[in-house]
Protein backbone atom coordinates (compact mmCIF):
# COMPACT_ATOMS: atom_id res chain seq x y z
CA UNK A 1 0.00 0.00 0.00
CA UNK A 2 1.31 3.18 -0.97
CA UNK A 3 4.23 2.27 -2.48
CA UNK A 4 5.41 3.77 -5.33
CA UNK A 5 5.03 0.43 -8.33
CA UNK A 6 7.03 1.43 -11.70
CA UNK A 7 5.89 0.88 -14.95
CA UNK A 8 7.31 -2.10 -17.11
CA UNK A 9 10.58 -0.82 -18.88
CA UNK A 10 10.60 -0.95 -22.63
CA UNK A 11 14.21 -1.22 -23.02
CA UNK A 12 17.05 -2.73 -21.12
CA UNK A 13 19.72 -0.45 -19.31
CA UNK A 14 23.07 -1.81 -19.96
CA UNK A 15 23.96 -2.76 -16.21
CA UNK A 16 21.07 -5.17 -16.38
CA UNK A 17 23.23 -8.72 -17.23
CA UNK A 18 22.09 -11.42 -14.92
CA UNK A 19 18.70 -13.19 -14.40
CA UNK A 20 19.73 -11.88 -10.37
CA UNK A 21 19.41 -8.31 -11.80
CA UNK A 22 16.34 -8.99 -13.15
CA UNK A 23 14.34 -9.87 -9.74
CA UNK A 24 15.48 -6.63 -8.37
CA UNK A 25 13.56 -4.82 -11.52
CA UNK A 26 10.92 -6.84 -10.87
CA UNK A 27 10.52 -6.16 -7.17
CA UNK A 28 10.31 -2.47 -8.25
CA UNK A 29 7.58 -3.13 -10.05
CA UNK A 30 5.46 -5.54 -8.25
CA UNK A 31 3.11 -5.10 -5.32
CA UNK A 32 4.13 -6.96 -2.31
CA UNK A 33 1.35 -9.48 -2.73
CA UNK A 34 2.65 -10.66 -6.26
CA UNK A 35 5.80 -10.38 -4.89
CA UNK A 36 5.19 -12.46 -2.60
CA UNK A 37 2.94 -15.07 -4.46
CA UNK A 38 6.28 -15.04 -7.20
CA UNK A 39 9.36 -15.23 -5.30
CA UNK A 40 8.00 -17.14 -2.38
CA UNK A 41 8.03 -20.93 -1.39
CA UNK A 42 5.95 -22.88 1.22
CA UNK A 43 6.85 -23.02 4.89
CA UNK A 44 9.91 -21.57 6.07
CA UNK A 45 11.25 -21.98 2.52
CA UNK A 46 13.93 -24.30 2.78
CA UNK A 47 13.44 -26.35 -0.07
CA UNK A 48 13.44 -22.82 -2.00
CA UNK A 49 16.31 -22.05 -0.56
CA UNK A 50 18.08 -25.98 -1.14
CA UNK A 51 17.18 -25.53 -4.98
CA UNK A 52 19.93 -22.73 -5.36
CA UNK A 53 22.54 -24.40 -2.88
CA UNK A 54 22.58 -27.35 -4.64
CA UNK A 55 24.02 -25.51 -7.92
CA UNK A 56 26.00 -23.74 -6.04
CA UNK A 57 27.86 -26.23 -4.09
CA UNK A 58 28.13 -28.54 -7.18
CA UNK A 59 31.21 -27.31 -9.09
CA UNK A 60 32.36 -27.80 -12.56
CA UNK A 61 36.07 -29.12 -13.27
CA UNK A 62 37.15 -28.03 -17.21
CA UNK A 63 38.87 -29.46 -19.52
CA UNK A 64 40.87 -27.64 -21.62
CA UNK A 65 42.40 -27.90 -25.21
CA UNK A 66 40.04 -29.11 -26.44
CA UNK A 67 38.25 -29.20 -29.94
CA UNK A 68 35.35 -26.52 -30.34
CA UNK A 69 35.29 -26.12 -33.74
CA UNK A 70 31.58 -27.72 -33.90
CA UNK A 71 30.36 -26.49 -30.51
CA UNK A 72 26.09 -25.82 -30.34
CA UNK A 73 23.14 -26.16 -27.65
CA UNK A 74 20.77 -27.64 -30.23
CA UNK A 75 18.99 -31.16 -28.84
CA UNK A 76 16.36 -32.82 -30.16
CA UNK A 77 13.49 -33.25 -27.68
CA UNK A 78 10.21 -35.64 -28.26
CA UNK A 79 10.86 -34.74 -32.03
CA UNK A 80 11.40 -31.53 -31.89
CA UNK A 81 14.54 -29.87 -32.95
CA UNK A 82 15.41 -27.20 -30.26
CA UNK A 83 18.31 -24.10 -30.31
CA UNK A 84 18.53 -24.70 -26.27
CA UNK A 85 17.92 -26.52 -23.63
CA UNK A 86 16.49 -23.79 -21.71
CA UNK A 87 12.59 -23.97 -21.55
CA UNK A 88 10.07 -21.37 -19.59
CA UNK A 89 8.27 -23.70 -17.14
CA UNK A 90 4.46 -23.38 -16.54
CA UNK A 91 3.58 -20.04 -14.73
CA UNK A 92 0.38 -19.17 -13.99
CA UNK A 93 -1.41 -15.81 -14.09
CA UNK A 94 0.90 -13.39 -16.18
CA UNK A 95 -1.40 -10.80 -16.11
CA UNK A 96 -0.92 -10.12 -12.48
CA UNK A 97 2.66 -9.83 -13.97
CA UNK A 98 2.41 -7.69 -16.93
CA UNK A 99 -0.76 -6.31 -18.90
CA UNK A 100 -0.09 -8.13 -22.05
CA UNK A 101 -0.06 -11.70 -19.94
CA UNK A 102 0.93 -14.89 -21.59
CA UNK A 103 0.76 -13.08 -25.13
CA UNK A 104 4.07 -10.97 -24.40
CA UNK A 105 5.68 -14.22 -22.65
CA UNK A 106 5.09 -16.31 -25.77
CA UNK A 107 6.40 -13.13 -27.72
CA UNK A 108 9.97 -13.21 -25.94
CA UNK A 109 10.23 -16.64 -25.76
CA UNK A 110 9.71 -17.09 -29.63
CA UNK A 111 12.72 -14.12 -30.00
CA UNK A 112 15.20 -16.89 -28.54
CA UNK A 113 13.56 -20.11 -30.55
CA UNK A 114 12.66 -20.93 -26.91
CA UNK A 115 9.98 -23.29 -25.88
CA UNK A 116 7.20 -22.46 -23.73
CA UNK A 117 5.09 -24.77 -21.25
CA UNK A 118 1.49 -22.66 -21.03
CA UNK A 119 0.00 -23.62 -17.40
CA UNK A 120 -3.64 -24.58 -17.30
CA UNK A 121 -4.36 -21.51 -15.26
CA UNK A 122 -2.61 -18.96 -17.65
CA UNK A 123 -4.95 -15.70 -17.94
CA UNK A 124 -5.09 -15.84 -22.20
CA UNK A 125 -6.46 -18.79 -24.24
CA UNK A 126 -4.65 -21.13 -24.88
CA UNK A 127 -5.22 -20.99 -28.34
CA UNK A 128 -4.53 -17.37 -28.35
CA UNK A 129 -1.06 -17.91 -26.30
CA UNK A 130 0.16 -21.18 -29.12
CA UNK A 131 -0.73 -18.15 -31.94
CA UNK A 132 2.25 -16.21 -30.60
CA UNK A 133 4.47 -19.21 -30.09
CA UNK A 134 6.86 -20.18 -32.83
CA UNK A 135 7.81 -23.52 -32.15
CA UNK A 136 4.63 -25.61 -31.10
CA UNK A 137 4.13 -25.60 -26.94
CA UNK A 138 3.95 -27.80 -24.44
CA UNK A 139 0.53 -27.62 -22.21
CA UNK A 140 0.79 -28.06 -18.34
CA UNK A 141 -2.31 -30.25 -17.99
CA UNK A 142 -4.28 -30.24 -14.02
CA UNK A 143 -6.00 -33.60 -14.41
CA UNK A 144 -9.29 -32.56 -13.55
CA UNK A 145 -12.05 -34.30 -11.48
CA UNK A 146 -14.33 -34.19 -13.85
CA UNK A 147 -12.57 -36.30 -16.81
CA UNK A 148 -15.02 -34.81 -19.36
CA UNK A 149 -13.41 -31.55 -18.38
CA UNK A 150 -9.77 -32.89 -18.73
CA UNK A 151 -10.64 -34.35 -22.38
CA UNK A 152 -11.84 -31.00 -23.37
CA UNK A 153 -8.64 -29.05 -21.93
CA UNK A 154 -6.89 -32.07 -24.39
CA UNK A 155 -8.52 -31.86 -27.27
CA UNK A 156 -8.30 -27.87 -27.35
CA UNK A 157 -4.59 -28.28 -26.58
CA UNK A 158 -4.38 -30.95 -29.38
CA UNK A 159 -6.10 -28.29 -32.20
CA UNK A 160 -4.37 -25.45 -30.84
CA UNK A 161 -1.31 -27.45 -31.98
CA UNK A 162 0.37 -28.16 -28.65
CA UNK A 163 3.43 -30.19 -28.99
CA UNK A 164 3.02 -32.14 -25.97
CA UNK A 165 1.47 -32.27 -22.84
CA UNK A 166 2.96 -31.62 -18.90
CA UNK A 167 0.77 -33.34 -16.26
CA UNK A 168 1.69 -31.84 -12.99
CA UNK A 169 1.43 -34.32 -9.97
CA UNK A 170 3.12 -33.00 -7.12
CA UNK A 171 0.16 -29.85 -6.38
CA UNK A 172 -3.44 -31.46 -5.39
CA UNK A 173 -3.30 -28.72 -2.85
CA UNK A 174 -1.96 -24.94 -2.77
CA UNK A 175 1.08 -25.35 -0.59
CA UNK A 176 1.32 -24.14 2.66
CA UNK A 177 2.23 -20.33 1.42
CA UNK A 178 3.39 -18.58 4.45
CA UNK A 179 4.93 -15.74 2.74
CA UNK A 180 1.57 -15.00 0.65
CA UNK A 181 -0.41 -14.83 3.70
CA UNK A 182 1.94 -12.44 5.40
CA UNK A 183 1.37 -10.65 2.08
CA UNK A 184 -2.62 -11.07 1.97
CA UNK A 185 -2.35 -12.32 -1.01
CA UNK A 186 -5.45 -12.95 -3.42
CA UNK A 187 -5.54 -12.93 -6.92
CA UNK A 188 -7.34 -9.65 -8.27
CA UNK A 189 -10.86 -10.18 -9.65
CA UNK A 190 -9.71 -9.49 -13.08
CA UNK A 191 -7.58 -11.70 -13.44
CA UNK A 192 -8.85 -14.92 -13.83
CA UNK A 193 -7.80 -18.75 -14.90
CA UNK A 194 -9.41 -18.67 -18.28
CA UNK A 195 -9.30 -21.98 -19.57
CA UNK A 196 -10.05 -24.17 -17.10
CA UNK A 197 -13.24 -24.53 -14.86
CA UNK A 198 -13.20 -23.05 -11.36
CA UNK A 199 -11.55 -25.36 -9.05
CA UNK A 200 -13.84 -26.84 -5.97
CA UNK A 201 -13.58 -23.89 -3.43
CA UNK A 202 -11.04 -24.70 -0.87
CA UNK A 203 -12.28 -26.60 2.43
CA UNK A 204 -12.93 -23.51 5.57
CA UNK A 205 -12.10 -27.09 7.64
CA UNK A 206 -9.61 -28.11 9.13
CA UNK A 207 -10.06 -31.83 8.18
CA UNK A 208 -7.63 -31.28 4.82
CA UNK A 209 -8.65 -35.26 3.68
CA UNK A 210 -12.43 -34.02 3.45
CA UNK A 211 -11.84 -31.26 0.98
CA UNK A 212 -12.57 -32.09 -1.94
CA UNK A 213 -9.55 -31.74 -4.06
CA UNK A 214 -7.96 -34.02 -2.19
CA UNK A 215 -10.62 -36.60 -2.23
CA UNK A 216 -10.81 -36.28 -6.14
CA UNK A 217 -6.82 -35.85 -6.63
CA UNK A 218 -5.27 -37.53 -9.21
CA UNK A 219 -3.86 -41.05 -8.66
CA UNK A 220 -1.59 -43.70 -11.43
CA UNK A 221 -5.24 -44.80 -12.32
CA UNK A 222 -5.84 -41.35 -13.86
CA UNK A 223 -2.36 -41.19 -15.44
CA UNK A 224 -3.29 -44.92 -17.26
CA UNK A 225 -6.95 -43.50 -17.92
CA UNK A 226 -5.22 -40.28 -19.52
CA UNK A 227 -2.76 -42.75 -21.73
CA UNK A 228 -5.40 -43.66 -23.59
CA UNK A 229 -6.90 -40.53 -24.13
CA UNK A 230 -4.10 -38.98 -26.20
CA UNK A 231 -1.30 -39.46 -28.76
CA UNK A 232 0.63 -36.74 -27.84
CA UNK A 233 3.84 -36.68 -25.54
CA UNK A 234 2.78 -36.93 -21.94
CA UNK A 235 5.47 -35.89 -19.82
CA UNK A 236 5.08 -36.39 -15.75
CA UNK A 237 5.78 -33.06 -13.81
CA UNK A 238 6.73 -33.54 -10.03
CA UNK A 239 8.99 -36.28 -9.68
CA UNK A 240 11.12 -36.67 -6.95
CA UNK A 241 11.49 -40.28 -6.16
CA UNK A 242 13.51 -42.88 -8.15
CA UNK A 243 10.25 -45.19 -7.50
CA UNK A 244 7.72 -42.58 -9.49
CA UNK A 245 10.17 -42.23 -12.11
CA UNK A 246 10.06 -45.70 -12.72
CA UNK A 247 6.24 -46.03 -12.25
CA UNK A 248 6.26 -43.12 -14.75
CA UNK A 249 8.11 -45.07 -17.34
CA UNK A 250 5.63 -48.34 -16.82
CA UNK A 251 2.87 -46.00 -17.04
CA UNK A 252 2.93 -44.88 -20.22
CA UNK A 253 4.68 -41.24 -19.51
CA UNK A 254 6.91 -40.26 -21.98
CA UNK A 255 9.25 -38.22 -19.87
CA UNK A 256 9.25 -36.97 -16.96
CA UNK A 257 10.51 -33.88 -14.99
CA UNK A 258 12.23 -33.91 -11.82
CA UNK A 259 10.67 -30.86 -9.64
CA UNK A 260 9.42 -29.81 -5.81
CA UNK A 261 7.61 -26.94 -7.75
CA UNK A 262 10.28 -24.61 -7.14
CA UNK A 263 9.96 -25.19 -3.34
CA UNK A 264 6.22 -23.76 -3.45
CA UNK A 265 4.24 -27.17 -2.57
CA UNK A 266 5.89 -29.09 0.34
CA UNK A 267 8.78 -27.52 2.84
CA UNK A 268 12.11 -29.43 3.51
CA UNK A 269 11.47 -31.22 0.36
CA UNK A 270 15.55 -32.31 -1.01
CA UNK A 271 17.27 -29.39 -4.09
CA UNK A 272 15.67 -31.77 -7.29
CA UNK A 273 19.37 -31.46 -8.74
CA UNK A 274 20.32 -33.58 -5.57
CA UNK A 275 17.99 -36.37 -6.43
CA UNK A 276 18.41 -36.20 -10.32
CA UNK A 277 20.99 -39.07 -10.77
CA UNK A 278 19.01 -41.57 -8.54
CA UNK A 279 16.54 -40.91 -10.90
CA UNK A 280 18.17 -41.27 -13.96
CA UNK A 281 19.60 -44.14 -12.79
CA UNK A 282 16.10 -45.97 -12.02
CA UNK A 283 14.85 -45.13 -15.30
CA UNK A 284 17.69 -46.07 -17.41
CA UNK A 285 19.92 -44.12 -19.90
CA UNK A 286 17.58 -42.99 -22.45
CA UNK A 287 14.69 -41.90 -20.97
CA UNK A 288 13.46 -38.36 -21.08
CA UNK A 289 13.92 -36.54 -18.27
CA UNK A 290 13.76 -32.91 -17.63
CA UNK A 291 14.28 -30.53 -14.39
CA UNK A 292 13.55 -27.57 -12.87
CA UNK A 293 14.16 -25.52 -9.68
CA UNK A 294 16.71 -22.72 -8.95
CA UNK A 295 17.93 -22.77 -12.37
CA UNK A 296 19.79 -18.92 -12.23
CA UNK A 297 22.76 -19.57 -14.34
CA UNK A 298 23.70 -21.27 -17.57
CA UNK A 299 26.03 -22.98 -15.27
CA UNK A 300 23.20 -24.29 -13.97
CA UNK A 301 22.13 -25.45 -16.72
CA UNK A 302 25.30 -27.25 -17.77
CA UNK A 303 25.45 -28.89 -14.26
CA UNK A 304 21.26 -30.07 -14.03
CA UNK A 305 22.80 -31.68 -17.63
CA UNK A 306 26.00 -33.40 -16.33
CA UNK A 307 23.72 -35.44 -13.67
CA UNK A 308 21.60 -36.48 -16.71
CA UNK A 309 19.11 -34.21 -17.59
CA UNK A 310 17.89 -33.36 -21.28
CA UNK A 311 16.76 -30.27 -20.46
CA UNK A 312 15.75 -27.57 -18.16
CA UNK A 313 12.96 -25.31 -17.28
CA UNK A 314 12.97 -21.93 -16.04
CA UNK A 315 10.15 -20.74 -13.83
CA UNK A 316 10.51 -17.16 -11.59
CA UNK A 317 13.45 -15.64 -14.32
CA UNK A 318 10.74 -15.89 -16.65
CA UNK A 319 8.18 -13.83 -14.58
CA UNK A 320 10.89 -11.49 -13.51
CA UNK A 321 11.69 -10.88 -16.92
CA UNK A 322 7.90 -10.23 -18.11
CA UNK A 323 7.08 -7.68 -14.79
CA UNK A 324 10.73 -6.35 -15.89
CA UNK A 325 9.71 -5.59 -19.44
CA UNK A 326 7.15 -7.60 -20.94
CA UNK A 327 8.48 -9.71 -23.86
CA UNK A 328 12.05 -7.73 -24.30
CA UNK A 329 12.67 -8.70 -20.58
CA UNK A 330 11.70 -12.31 -21.14
CA UNK A 331 14.03 -12.84 -24.28
CA UNK A 332 16.52 -11.14 -22.48
CA UNK A 333 16.24 -13.41 -19.65
CA UNK A 334 16.37 -16.12 -22.02
CA UNK A 335 19.22 -14.75 -24.09
CA UNK A 336 21.81 -14.61 -20.99
CA UNK A 337 20.93 -18.15 -20.05
CA UNK A 338 21.90 -19.84 -23.19
CA UNK A 339 24.89 -17.66 -23.35
CA UNK A 340 25.75 -18.62 -20.63
CA UNK A 341 25.74 -22.03 -21.07
CA UNK A 342 27.51 -21.42 -24.06
CA UNK A 343 30.23 -19.96 -22.30
CA UNK A 344 30.07 -22.30 -19.59
CA UNK A 345 30.47 -25.48 -22.25
CA UNK A 346 33.74 -23.38 -23.79
CA UNK A 347 35.57 -23.17 -20.64
CA UNK A 348 34.19 -26.55 -19.78
CA UNK A 349 35.79 -27.95 -22.87
CA UNK A 350 32.41 -29.85 -24.09
CA UNK A 351 31.17 -28.41 -27.39
CA UNK A 352 27.83 -29.98 -27.71
CA UNK A 353 25.19 -30.92 -24.91
CA UNK A 354 25.94 -34.72 -25.40
CA UNK A 355 29.60 -33.96 -24.16
CA UNK A 356 28.58 -32.83 -20.59
CA UNK A 357 29.09 -35.60 -18.90
CA UNK A 358 29.13 -36.42 -14.88
CA UNK A 359 33.16 -36.20 -15.29
CA UNK A 360 32.82 -32.70 -15.92
CA UNK A 361 31.57 -32.61 -12.31
CA UNK A 362 34.00 -32.59 -8.90
CA UNK A 363 31.44 -35.11 -6.99
CA UNK A 364 32.11 -34.89 -3.20
C1 LIG B 1 4.70 -22.05 -10.75
N1 LIG B 1 4.76 -23.42 -11.05
C2 LIG B 1 3.69 -24.02 -11.69
N2 LIG B 1 3.77 -25.32 -12.08
C3 LIG B 1 2.75 -25.89 -12.75
O1 LIG B 1 2.85 -27.06 -13.10
N3 LIG B 1 1.63 -25.18 -13.05
C4 LIG B 1 1.47 -23.88 -12.69
O2 LIG B 1 0.45 -23.25 -12.99
C5 LIG B 1 2.52 -23.27 -11.97
N4 LIG B 1 2.43 -21.97 -11.57
C6 LIG B 1 3.51 -21.34 -11.01
C7 LIG B 1 3.44 -19.98 -10.76
C8 LIG B 1 4.56 -19.31 -10.28
C9 LIG B 1 4.48 -17.82 -10.03
C10 LIG B 1 5.77 -20.01 -10.03
C11 LIG B 1 7.00 -19.31 -9.55
C12 LIG B 1 5.81 -21.37 -10.27
C13 LIG B 1 6.01 -24.17 -10.83
C14 LIG B 1 6.95 -24.03 -12.04
O3 LIG B 1 6.46 -24.71 -13.15
C15 LIG B 1 8.35 -24.60 -11.74
O4 LIG B 1 8.23 -25.93 -11.29
C16 LIG B 1 9.16 -23.79 -10.76
O5 LIG B 1 8.87 -22.42 -10.86
C17 LIG B 1 10.66 -24.02 -10.99
O6 LIG B 1 11.42 -23.36 -10.06
P1 LIG B 1 12.12 -21.91 -10.30
O7 LIG B 1 12.77 -21.92 -11.65
O8 LIG B 1 11.02 -20.90 -10.19
O9 LIG B 1 13.07 -21.85 -9.16
C1 LIG C 1 1.63 -22.23 -8.04
C2 LIG C 1 0.51 -23.02 -8.70
C3 LIG C 1 -0.39 -22.22 -9.55
O1 LIG C 1 2.73 -22.77 -7.89
O2 LIG C 1 1.00 -24.13 -9.37
O3 LIG C 1 1.38 -21.09 -7.63
Known amino acids: ???DVKPPLTTIPPHVVAVEDYRTLAKERLSSMAQAYLH???????????????????AIIPRILRDLGEGNTRLELFGQSLAHPILAAPTAFHHLFHPEGEIATARGISALEGLMVVSTSATETLEDISRHCQNPPWFQLYIQPDKAATVALLRRAEAAGYHAIVVTADAPLHGLRNREQRAGFQLPPHIQPVNH????????????FSSPLVRQAPTWDDLRWLRQQTSLPLILKGVMHPGDGLMAREAGMDGLIVSNHGGRTLDTVPATLTVLPAIREATGPDYPILID?????????????ALGAQAVLVGRPIVDGLASAGAVGV????????????????????PQLQDITPDTLQLS
Request: charged share 20%; proline share 4%.
Open 331 to 350: AHILRILHAELALTMVFAGT
Open 40 to 58: GGSGDEITLKANRQAFEQT
Open 1 to 3: MGR
Open 293 to 305: GGIRRGSDVFKAI
Open 197 to 208: PPAPAASESNDI
